[in-house]
Nanobody, 129 residues
Framework: QVQLVESGGGSVQAGGSLRLSCVAS????????TGWFRQAPGKEREFVAAIRAITTIAGVMTSYADSVKGRFTISRDNAKNTVYLQMNSLKPEDTAVYYC??????????????????WGQGTQVTVSS
């Protein structure tokens, strides 16, 4: 079983930046798909970004929701067993609770929250205009 703890959330003005961290214990993140999701009040939880276990000659494989592509970057530090989400050019519509999650059943990519079995407690991100 993997335990996940997110941190780094906060309040920023539009155009600002934040870096979220997801520290794992109990299992190495380098062997799993790790994703970031977010949930705004009254809305369903949605996919933000994911990083795969597979590393190619081009680097680690990542994927992003269209709404954050070009602004957010997901990365992983295997030595620290931590996944990061660098968020730049933040917009008010990015306001949500952000969750880190790990796919525990297999290493196939997915954007569905139901495919991820381990979740952190979430960290609040608030972007004001």
């Amino acid at each position: 079983q993997v335990q996940l703890v997110e941190s780094g959330g906060g309040s920023v003005q539009a155009g600002g930046s934040l870096r979220l961290s997801c520290v794992a214990s109990g299992r190495s993140l380098s062997s799993r798909v790790t994703g970031w999701f977010r949930q705004a009040p009254g809305k369903e939880r949605e996919f933000v970004a994911a990083i795969r276990a597979i590393t190619t000659i081009a680097g680690v494989m990542t994927s992003y929701a269209d709404s954050v592509k070009g602004r957010f970057t997901i990365s992983r530090d295997n030595a620290k067993n931590t996944v990061y989400l660098q968020m730049n050019s933040l917009k008010p519509e990015d306001t949500a609770v952000y969750y880190c999650a790990v796919r525990t059943t297999n290493s196939n990519p997915s954007t569905l929250p139901s495919d991820f079995g381990s979740w952190g407690q979430g960290t609040q991100v608030t972007v004001s205009s």
